[in-house]
């Protein structure tokens, strides 16, 4: 059975950091395309950024790059997001998936809460 769980959120102030991790099971995570999407209050879901499988490459959205960086532990099974500089239009759930920009993401974690504010 494919498993996605995310940890790492919290409540941080602007300008602040966290890392995102998702544990994957059921699957071999570098084998699959990865991303992070996040849905802010209100809002649908929207990519934050992708690790492709094979090769590695990442790519990321206009919002947070330079901000944040996706990775992978191929022994660990584990995904990544590196987030600094935060700002408060960062916050909303984050969740880890499966699929690259423009698939539904039908297979992804709980989530994880990140609330950015002072």
């Known amino acids: 059975e494919v498993q996605l769980a995310e940890s790492g959120g919290g409540l941080v102030q602007p300008g602040g950091s966290l890392r995102l991790s998702c544990a994957a099971s059921g699957f071999i995570l570098s084998t699959s395309v990865m991303s992070w999407v996040r849905q802010a209050p209100g809002k649908g879901l929207e990519w934050v950024s992708t690790?492709?499988?094979?090769?590695?490459?990442?790519t990321v959205a206009g919002s947070v790059k330079g901000r944040f960086t996706i990775s992978r532990d191929n022994v660990a099974n584990t995904l990544y997001l590196q987030m600094t500089n935060l700002k408060p239009e960062d916050t909303a759930v984050y969740y880890c998936?499966?699929?690259?920009?423009?698939?539904?993401?039908?297979?992804r974690g709980q989530g994880t809460q990140v609330t950015v504010s002072s």
């Open positions: 690790i492709y499988d094979l090769s590695g490459i990442t």
């Open positions: 998936a499966k699929g690259g920009p423009g698939t539904d993401y039908a297979i």
